[in-house]
């Protein structure tokens, strides 16, 4: 008897690998700093803390999900992105709950794909896009984000020949691991381009709330037409300080919401009503705390971005995302550099061909931790450099 041969067509994600292995390491008192974990430290807010512990306190809410109204958490949902975008949305037949955005990364190419149909994946990208293709039966085919173009997609550069084949494409903006982001023209060209070539569009936007210097990200579905090529995902993770709730939404087009919720009714039985509720309070309440928040993000973003260009290291100043994306020195691979830096410096940054051929040559870098420990982690760095 033999396990499925499409798994030999991806590679497990190492995120989690990774943060064992830091554990073992500290365990041995070693005083890592773990700047490769996307899962910040802040915390939710206390309202959102409040709902949750009172829900939680109700033992009449611990029974499967779909005994409880579904309607007000979907009407939260289409409230945050009315008030954020200006976007109207259908509660009832343009948003679905995920389990966590990660759910629906896997799910929608289940949605989307048949066997052997072709989905446009970027290079560098969130590892998970392509597995899931593939897990899905689908075939990637790679477009490259390059630094002369600032990393955006360059649609005009995909060949005609391969975005006619292609069922659909994965833009995340503003963008993991590199930090790209884009304004009103991209997502202009973007929709005319998927209509032009019959492409399904998946926006994946969890970053939106964590900018900077003025800049606001724009959803994807505020441009005319795009309810018609596609659908945003998001969660509560980034925006709302709550990355192990794994509460997320997906939004947009009807066809593709009513294919997710056929598939969800057979692979999961709904989100746990307590959070539904906390998420009701987080996406109705008040949200000036997130300024605050993102000024210790761009602190951070700061501290690093200089450590690096004083040491002759190339590296733009992200808009948004709580990330950087930075050249390493010449006479490493990106995963030489980083493992050495982990065993000499007791440093962790992911290595940039983690997400792809075109990441080689960089490292990202997640302002996750205090910036006293950011700080400590550029001058380890130095030191390693000298």
């Known amino acids: ?63 499967y999900p779909s005994g409880y109204p579904i309607k007000p958490f979907y009407d939260a949902i289409a409230e945050w992105y009315k008030r954020r975008h200006g976007v109207e949305m259908d509660p009832e037949t343009e948003v679905i709950y995920c389990l966590g955005a990660a759910e ?23 590892p998970s896009y392509e597995a899931g293709v593939k897990i899905a039966g689908g075939m990637v085919e790679f477009y490259p984000l390059l630094k002369e173009n600032n990393f955006l997609p360059d649609l005009d550069a995909i060949p005609a020949d391969i975005a006619k084949k292609a069922k659909m494409i994965w833009i995340n903006i503003p963008h993991n691991p590199t930090t790209a982001t884009a304004d009103d023209a991209f997502f202009i060209k973007l929709i005319e381009w998927a209509k032009e070539f019959d492409v399904w569009v998946v926006s994946d936007n969890p970053y939106m709330d964590i900018c900077f210097d003025g800049y606001r990200p724009p959803s994807f579905l505020k441009f005319p037409g795009a309810k018609e090529v596609g659908v945003e995902l ?43 509720v906390a998420s009701i309070a987080a996406l109705t309440g008040p949200i000036d705390w997130m300024e605050e928040r993102n000024r210790r993000f761009a602190e951070r973003r ?29 006479g490493y691979t990106s995963q030489e550099f980083s493992f050495k830096f982990l065993e000499d410096g007791n440093v962790w940054m992911i290595p940039g061909s983690a997400y792809g051929e075109k990441g080689e040559g960089y490292v990202r870098i997640a302002n996750a931790q205090p910036v006293e420990r950011i700080a400590e982690a550029m001058e380890r760095l130095e030191k390693f450099m000298s």
Not at 22 to 47: Q, Y
Not at 110 to 115: E, Q, V
Not at 235 to 252: D, E, I, P
């Open 1 to 63: 008897m033999k396990t499925a041969g499409k798994l030999n067509n991806f590679k497990a994600y190492a995120g989690p690998a990774m943060n064992q292995k830091i554990t073992l390491m500290r365990a041995e008192g070693r005083d890592v700093i773990n700047l490769g974990l996307g899962d910040p430290d802040t915390i939710p807010t206390e309202h959102q803390l409040r709902a949750l512990a009172e829900a939680v306190s109700n033992p009449n809410n611990h029974h």
């Open 104 to 126: 629906a990364i896997f799910q929608i190419h289940n949605c989307l794909l048949d066997p052997g149909d072709v989905a446009l994946v970027s290079d560098p990208a969130y």
């Open 234 to 276: 998001n969660s509560m993770s980034k925006s709302f300080n709550s990355c192990g709730w794994r509460v997320g939404m997906l939004l947009g087009n009807k066809e593709i919401i009513s294919g997710m919720a056929k598939i969800k009714s057979q692979s999961d039985r709904g989100l746990y009503y307590p959070l539904q």
């Open 302 to 330: 700061d501290v690093v971005v200089k450590a690096w260009k004083e040491m002759g290291l190339e590296m733009l100043t992200p808009r948004a995302t709580f990330y950087c994306w930075g050249e390493i020195p010449q």
